[in-house]
């Protein structure tokens, strides 16, 4: 379990469910014709309802845009293993700042010229007064800042700065500094593309472990795309191989040329050398997303995978064990615009390949709910790297993500939180199958929820998937392995209460 600094957030148990689940064998599916969804479906949308984000009460600030290819002097290009980590460090270390606080500790950089500052949220959590707000906008007074927040830099020189935005979820906090003089300037971080680096990758940490300020770590990407660490489980991260401590939160990643590529968030527990970073282009790509009102929106790229079929010789040749044939790609989407085609085999996701997921149903619908995941938590403007292999041929495909549409978000979070699978022809919300891996599809008397009708969640009563969307929209900032009273109507018009529905996102 990942640990960040100051500590981790104490994981609930899971209690039981109205049915009995301890024991329960999990429930066989068969994957003959079942598609799973990783883009948009096809039902018409009906006159949909918003389900975003409530629009922040300031502007989300964007990044500034991705540096300019520059030249590198970097021991991988120049081959002589030469000092250019020093002129990286050197280029570098006026935009790393110490974040200090009455429970604050941690680091973070400057990311433009007016001063503002990305760290972790939970860097700064201790400072605001209601921890329960999973986005805040603005936020400028001490209603809502219990205690300021203060950035030292390398030369001692402290300045105060005020919180922009802080997303609980997704372990993000933007920040703004407040000199004297509002026209002062700052040294910044520029920033590089996270999605272009590559396993085995020199990079450098900066940050305050145990205290130490303006310390650098040096290591490699371990590997990328790793999920399931935050409480926003689907958020991708990078790993490191890097000696980081408490204390390194919230500081920057860079690579050999000085870019920014990543913000540094967790290690896990009884481990060394093995520590996590937010790649920068998710954390762009949220802050945009918040700009635009859909931070609640789930990823898409319009193309449907099915968890069946045997690899042909072809993929076998080029030495895959395991994949995902494309099932449909939606005329339109950005799947069908890159080039994906229905029968592509799908052999690597974000330069990690599918072997590792071992053969045989059970591990073909393990992968195939991994991959939408994987899908799921990316962002609009973020781009999901795949290998396809295509007769003899093994081709790459950089996809760019879009926005699930309000409509469709309601099917995907129903099946994210609940493990329900509605009836996408049904305006009602009306369960078509249980998610095989989600909690409640090992409890007795699940069979009694197919067919049945979704009527009220936490006592508010549901209609339609328009009244859904909203509801599961709030449940979402719940957390993991929390639970809710549903209320169904039974395909026999009986009606249900579950007391303790388990939530627990994919």
Known sequence: MPTTAPGPEPRPARGESLWIAAGAAVL????????????????????????DSPAPSVPVPALPPVAPPAACDCPEVRGDGGPSLVD??????DAVVTLSGTDALGAGVLVDETGLVLTNYHVVAGQIRDPRQRVLGGVTDAAAVAQPIRARF?????????????????????????PADSAERFAFATRG??????????????????????????????????????????????????????GNSGGPIFNLRGQLVGITTATLERAQGIAFAIPIDHIAALLEALRAGHGARSGQVGAEVAPYGELDDDARALGYQNGLRVSRVLPGRPADAAGLRKDDLIVEAQ???FDSFGTGPEAQLRLA?????????????EVLNLTVVRGK????FNIPVAAAPPDQQVLIDADALLGLRLDESRREPIVKDLRPDAPISRSRGRELLRNARVSEIAGIPVESRDDLGPLLTELRQIGRFAAVQVGFVLADGRALRVRDFPVSPD
């Open 88 to 93: 990286a460090v050197e280029r570098t270390r």
């Open 28 to 51: 066989g599916v068969l994957l003959g014709g079942v598609a799973v969804l990783v883009g948009i479906q096809t039902a018409p949308p009906a006159a949909p309802v918003p389900v």
């Open 351 to 353: 330069g990690q390949r």
């Open 393 to 396: 041929d093994r081709l790459s």
């Open 154 to 178: 390398v030369d001692g020189r402290e300045l105060p700065a005020e919180l922009l935005v802080a997303d609980r979820d997704r372990d993000i906090a933007l920040l703004r500094l407040r």
């Open 369 to 381: 709910n991994h991959f939408v995941s994987t899908v799921r938590g990316l962002l609009p403007g």
């Open 193 to 246: 593309r996270s999605h272009e680096l590559r396993v085995g990758e020199t990079v450098f940490a900066v940050g305050n472990p145990l205290g130490l300020e303006h310390s650098v770590a040096q290591g490699i990407v371990a590997a990328i795309g790793r999920t399931g660490l935050l409480r926003s489980r689907q958020t991708p991260l990078l790993q490191l191989d890097a000696a980081i401590n408490l």
